[in-house]
């Protein structure tokens, strides 16, 4: 530390990019201190990523008996204790939070300072008005979900993704507003516990089509009204809520639970006056580096409107304090972006690693691709679950893997192979002449990438 300064590096926050940074910083020797205001631990472990597919999970495990493929094995399901499943995600968030941040903390020995971080001007800051200095600082404050301009919204006790997985009861019918992978995840976890539920947007609107239109065919599987729509207003009714799209419709449900997208949390820190600048939609702006238009000030996580997703922020987090604290002169850090896996959680699971079809022609590519339908996967047979399919994108002049995109029972899984082979530059030939267990989700991947070599059908395993 410089004379004067209370830390090396100040970072506001406490989820995963604010403990990223936290520890890069340590193993840097440096001295470090969190500041926050609010839970230890950020959006993934509080209110995100672990409470929703512990969630989902025991909505699946519902589901699952419910919709047996196998006669000869009977299975049934009955009703839903919201309230003990709540409790029991609550356990295991207190359970993670300690020992996944508390103790991680107390090993790597920075202090976590609990109160609300506002800059005082561009090189200091105050935590409930008392200053700490440092060298450096980063902000990591996450984001929130965002309040869409929706008339009659004000006048509705709706649910947002945090609230709606605090519920005690179960509504009867259900109302999400918002097609992206919170409102597909939170439509079918309802769903799936028992509840009739309507989704009113565009569904999967980044996936690839032939995903996307397989996973409609899903969630009407599955009871879910889809009405692709937009909703132009709300209005309390008897029985629950009212919601009406553009065209007119009028869908009714108990509850109203809007998933249309996250906002910042930066109201509070004063940016301004420490020279941060932020984008249209409030994000903080941040250059490849994870720098702000304050030099002493780097950004990391959702905050900055990068992709929300907690392995996201690590990295990111973890570039931001490496080059918040670097000498002079040193080489930079950067995250490697290419062949970036994203895995929403429905049943099955929509996945994805690099570019999709349109991504690659947008970025110039001659592209090529191939569809594997799940009903040419020994795994999805043997499982009576063909529903989905994997698709490949690939460089029509090389051959070498642009992106994999699948709709199926542990896709997340598959993705991480896919990255391995993105990264690598791997060509569909590579993959093809590689071996793939039998009888796996993941050897879809082989088969896929063996499409392209010919059109013919496969055997079991040739």
């Not at 020995?109 to 001007?121: H, K, L, N, T």
């Not at 720098?291 to 392995?311: F, M, W």
């Not at 922020?313 to 995250?335: I, Y």
Request: aromatic fraction near 4%.
């Amino acid at each position: 530390m410089t004379s004067g300064d209370d830390a090396d590096l100040a970072v506001v926050g406490s989820g995963g990019a604010a403990m990223a940074a936290a520890i890069a910083a340590r193993q840097a020797g440096a001295h470090v201190v969190l500041v926050e205001r609010a839970v230890l631990g950020g959006t993934c472990v509080n209110i995100g990523c672990v409470p929703s597919k512990t969630l989902l999970a025991a909505a699946g495990a519902r589901h699952t008996a419910l919709a047996n493929p196998f006669p000869g094995a009977p299975t049934c399901a009955g009703g839903v204790d919201l309230a003990a499943l709540v409790g029991q995600k609550d356990e295991l968030v207190g359970r993670l939070r300690k020992a996944k941040y508390a103790d991680v903390a107390g090993a790597y020995g920075f202090p976590v300072q609990p109160g609300q971080a506002r800059f005082a001007d561009a090189d200091s800051l105050t935590v409930d008005g008392q200053p700490l200095r440092a060298r450096a600082y980063v902000i990591a404050t996450g984001a929130e979900p965002a309040r869409p301009a929706l008339p009659g919204l004000d006048e509705v006790d709706y649910l947002t993704s945090t609230t709606a997985m605090e519920q005690s009861d179960l509504p009867e019918s259900l109302v999400v507003v918002g097609g992206g992978y919170v409102g597909m995840e939170q439509a079918q976890l309802f769903a799936h516990l028992g509840a009739r539920v309507t989704l009113i947007g565009r569904l999967a609107p980044r996936a690839e089509p032939e995903l996307a239109a397989a996973l409609r065919a899903v969630f009407a599987a599955d009871g879910i009204t889809v009405a692709a729509e937009h909703a132009i207003a709300v209005s309390a009714t008897a029985g629950g809520v009212e919601v009406v799209t553009a065209t007119g419709r009028r869908v009714s449900g108990q509850r109203l639970l809007v998933a249309t997208g996250r906002r910042p949390r930066t109201g509070a820190l004063n940016l301004p006056a420490a020279g941060v600048r932020t984008d249209e939609r409030g994000f903080v702006a941040v250059d490849e580096t994870q720098r702000s238009t304050n030099p002493r000030v780097y950004a990391a996580g959702d905050v900055t409107g990068g992709p929300q997703y907690v392995y996201v922020a690590a990295a990111t987090g973890r570039v931001a304090a490496l080059n918040a604290l670097a000498a002079d002169g040193a080489r930079p850090a950067r995250v490697d972006y290419t062949g970036l896996p994203q895995v929403v959680f429905t049943r099955p699971q929509l996945a994805s690693a690099g570019l999709t079809e349109a991504d690659a022609q947008a970025a110039g590519h001659d592209c090529v691709c191939r569809v594997l339908d799940l009903a040419d996967v020994p795994r999805a047979l043997v499982n009576r679950d063909t529903r989905g399919a994997v698709k490949v994108v690939a460089d029509a002049a090389t051959g070498r893997v642009l992106g994999v995109h699948a709709l199926a029972d542990g896709a997340g899984e598959m993705m991480l192979a896919a990255t391995y082979a993105i990264k690598a530059g791997m060509t569909v030939d590579d993959i093809a002449d590689t071996w793939a267990p039998y009888l796996t989700m993941a050897e879809s991947l082989r088969i896929a990438a063996g499409l392209f070599g010919t059109d013919l059908p496969t055997s079991c395993c040739a």
